[in-house]
């Protein structure tokens, strides 16, 4: 990123791995915010021409604080949210096509804080275990669904294969 200011921060995403050099997906952590200004974030190398957050979406938040405080988990929050064709040319391609922009604004509630900003709601390894051994222990599921490793991931985390039935 590049902080153009304080209070606003130009974003570039890396393209994703095994794509046409498509980027759309961000996860990213803000700390030692202030309360009361007006920030402004904008990711400047989209590549779709259209977005839901054009429809009303908005990035999915989580505040460190109010997580300690509340557990109230990731909330979609933000304001001033637009997704548009900017005038930055497309290196990946011939002819005249651009990149797109998504640019929001938030307050944050609380000084000090770290908050985190996403495309969509994480979803972690950590659920993932804890969503399998539910289907396992529960009488009905696991009659239905059958687990075992198919094998580890190269990080050393096992990599399941379910059958449903």
Known sequence: SSGINA?????????????MKHTQWFYFRVSNT??????????????????????????????RE??????????????NIH?????IRRKD?????????LTWQFQFPHNGDVAYFSHCYPYSYTDLQKDLLEIANDAVKSQYVKQRILCHSLGGNM???????
């Open 7 to 19: 209070e606003y921060g130009e974003l570039e995403l890396r393209w994703d791995y095994f794509t």
């Open 34 to 63: 202030r309360a009361g200004p007006t920030y402004k974030f904008t990711i400047i190398n989209l590549l779709k021409s259209g977005s839901l957050y054009n429809e009303g979406d908005e990035a999915p938040l989580l505040l």
């Open 66 to 79: 109010e997580r300690q405080e509340q557990e109230p988990g990731w909330l979609r929050m933000g304001h």
């Open 83 to 87: 997704y548009y064709k900017n005038n």
């Open 93 to 101: 391609c011939k002819g005249e096509r651009y990149q797109y922009s």
């Open 159 to 165: 990599v399941h294969l379910l059958t449903v039935t």
